[in-house]
């Protein structure tokens, strides 16, 4: 089995596409868990207002949020890429993790550095889990975009 390796630009571009999903899906819990805390101080919030902060924060939040994305991102998909060579069959899982464990150290190193943790939703477990997540997600598109392909098989002449 012939394996190929993934072009630079192919690998920035799969990096680029887990980030902006990673971020885009952090956002969305990240506006989830703020509107659900407006719910529990009693303020009534319409379907309508809760798609639109979600909408903003998608415009406002993720791409703040995508700056840490990156960086947690490009750290743990080149520890990935070791592991991954180790254990080829568990290729997906590996980048799954790598996503996951990126961008929770990426909270927690935050929360550590800064006086406030200023991610919200990872002020609780469920939200730091939710959180992490995204970046699994991200996880398992660069891997679908960065998986080796073997040539098609041609019969000998």
């Known amino acids: 089995m012939?394996?190929?390796?993934?072009s630079p630009?192919?690998?920035?571009?799969?990096?680029?596409?887990?980030?902006l999903a990673a971020a885009a899906l952090?956002?969305?819990?990240?506006?989830?868990?703020?509107?659900?805390?407006?719910?529990?101080l009693g303020v009534e919030v319409t379907p309508r207002q809760w798609i639109s902060v979600t909408l903003q924060d998608l415009v406002g939040f993720a791409p703040l949020w995508?700056?840490?994305?990156?960086?947690?991102?490009?750290?743990?998909?080149?520890?990935?890429?070791?592991?991954?060579?180790?254990?080829?069959?568990?290729r997906m899982g590996v980048y799954f993790l790598a996503g996951g464990v990126g961008v929770m150290c990426a909270l927690v190193l935050?929360?550590?550095?800064?006086?406030?943790?200023?991610?919200?939703a990872a002020r609780s477990p469920l939200g730091m889990a939710l959180m992490a997540l995204g970046g699994a997600a991200g996880g398992v598109i660069f891997a679908q975009l960065t998986g080796t392909h073997t040539p098609p098989h041609s019969p000998e002449v």
């Open 2 to 6: 012939m394996r190929e390796s993934t």
């Open 9 to 19: 630009a192919r690998l920035v571009m799969a990096w680029l596409a887990a980030v």
């Open 26 to 40: 952090g956002s969305v819990v990240q506006s989830q868990f703020n509107m659900a805390a407006i719910v529990s």
């Open 66 to 90: 995508a700056v840490v994305v990156a960086a947690a991102l490009l750290i743990a998909f080149p520890v990935a890429a070791l592991l991954a060579r180790r254990m080829p069959e568990a």
């Open 110 to 120: 935050m929360a550590a550095v800064l006086p406030v943790t200023i991610v919200a």
